[in-house]
């Protein structure tokens, strides 16, 4: 039995979408072909999701074959890009399951201008709290400048591993959550008043629905839980109280399992397209709860976000809705290209998408830990709980190594990324995650599997 028979016997019920519009060869042949004609092998599916040349084919039949106007404009060709526009913000909410009833899409210029957008205009005071895991990306972790800088307290904490994993939409019981917290942080002279708090003081939690690093995976019951009972995981601390509200990233997450917003009603949800199907880049969104935009305060206005004002007075009529929020001329040309996307990745769905990658992913990291030098030490360490026991539903399809020399001593990620682009493979350096790697100099590898 030869290795590719192997691996097939192994996971060929996962691999290359067997219920699908078409095997993984056909789609190799026909919408990625320049992967075969350069050689190369591109293993990321969160930095730059590789775009299909027929979802390009697709967008470019489009734009030279349709006339789009400015949407702020009244003219034909303005009320067809409006359309478009508002088409499309219902695809990302169909993708999340979100009613529109009560939830909104807002167009941004990536996933961290939106949440940049929340932390600018969140309703922060001094008995405020933003509470985030430590597994979060660096564009999370920035929201904690304006908490600071508002005189409201930060703090990261901890979330037990055996809650992490599971992906069961039964109830969790709140006694199953622990969360280890870490020292509460603050900028300004305020003192955190200990009196029994209103309700008029807002809290947030952060969390992704996947770590970029290690691709574990966050049970999104934790949405509920820290809703409804964040004083209870606390302890009772007096940073607990007031009204909490919940931000998800799901950046990462969302290209192989989207939140579903109807189970798990979070306020923020923060996506970024490249990152489900390669094209466009620089546009993003943020889903939000029609409650919780309400309570966002904006104080900067441009053009497109006011219906009206004037120059030598402090006059100005602002709009409603989610034109409130999108500073500027939306990217509509851009956004009329998303619906292409989600016609490929619809075809394929994001499970069948997630099952596929996952099986690679964990074919790759139980190669890397056979690997061996002549002198029989371990060539590979791998990062993420249970390397060799993750199912395909416990960890995204992620695997953060670094390798090492006969002598114990670590190859430099550059070195390694350098002579894996000298074969032909395309890797993602993960230098800005090294906490993750205690004490070890070098940092970690990352591979980020797609079609």
């Known amino acids: ?8 016997n192994e996971f060929g019920e996962d691999y290359g979408y067997p219920n699908g519009p078409k095997s ?3 789609i190799r042949a026909t919408e990625f072909k320049r992967l ?5 092998v591109y293993l990321d599916h969160a930095g730059a999701t590789l775009y299909s040349e027929l979802q390009m084919e697709a967008i470019f039949k489009d734009l030279t074959g349709c006339v789009y106007g400015n949407p702020h404009s009244q003219s034909e060709s303005s009320s067809a890009t409006s359309d478009i526009i508002r088409e499309a913000r219902q695809q990302v909410l169909d993708y999340c399951n979100a009613s529109p009833k009560d939830y909104k899409c807002i167009f941004t210029s990536g996933a961290t201008a939106a949440l940049k ?6 309703p922060w005071s001094c008995q405020s709290s933003y509470m985030y895991t430590m597994e979060n990306h660096n564009s999370v972790l920035g929201i904690r400048e304006y908490a600071l800088d508002k005189g409201a307290a930060a703090f990261a904490v901890d979330v037990i591993e055996g809650f992490l994993d599971e992906v069961s939409s039964s109830p969790v019981a709140v006694t199953s959550l622990k969360v280890s917290q870490h020292p509460v942080q603050r900028r300004s002279e305020v003192r955190f008043l200990e009196r029994e708090l209103t309700g008029g003081v807002h809290n947030l939690f952060a969390f992704p629905s996947e770590c970029n690093f290690s691709g574990l995976r966050f049970n999104l019951d934790l949405v509920k839980i820290v809703k409804e009972n964040a004083e209870r995981i ?24 989207p939140p579903d917003l109807s189970l798990y009603p979070a306020d923020f949800v923060v996506l970024s397209f490249y990152k489900l199907f390669g094209y466009p880049t620089g546009l993003g969104a943020l889903v939000l709860r029609n409650d919780a935009a309400k309570l966002l305060k904006k104080a900067y206005f441009s053009g497109g976000t006011v219906a009206a004002s004037i120059a030598d007075i402090d006059f100005v009529k602002r709009r409603k809705g989610v034109e409130l929020f999108e500073d500027g001329t939306s990217s509509f040309l851009s956004i009329a290209s998303i619906r292409h996307g989600f016609k490929i990745l619809n075809s394929l ?3 069948a998408i997630f099952r596929h990658t996952a099986s690679l992913a964990i074919y790759v990291k139980k190669k890397l830990l056979l690997l061996r030098h002549a002198n029989g030490a371990s060539v590979c360490t791998v990062y993420g709980s249970q390397t060799l026991k993750v199912s395909s539903h416990e960890s995204g399809p992620i695997v953060s190594f670094n390798l090492k020399r006969p002598d114990g001593s670590w190859f430099g990620y550059r070195e390694v990324e350098k002579l894996a682009s000298l074969s032909g493979i395309q890797l993602r350096d993960a230098f800005v995650i090294l906490v993750h790697a205690q004490n070890i100099l070098a940092c970690p590898i990352q591979i980020f599997f797609q079609i």
């Open 1 to 8: 039995m030869d290795e590719k028979e192997e691996f097939l």
């Open 24 to 26: 993984i060869d056909e």
């Open 36 to 40: 075969d004609e350069n050689g190369t």
């Open 349 to 351: 769905t994001a499970s």
């Open 117 to 122: 957008l929340v932390g600018e205009n969140f």
């Open 234 to 257: 606390l302890e009772g601390s007096p940073l607990s109280k007031g009204h909490w509200m919940v931000l998800i990233d799901a950046a990462k997450g969302s290209a192989t399992q």
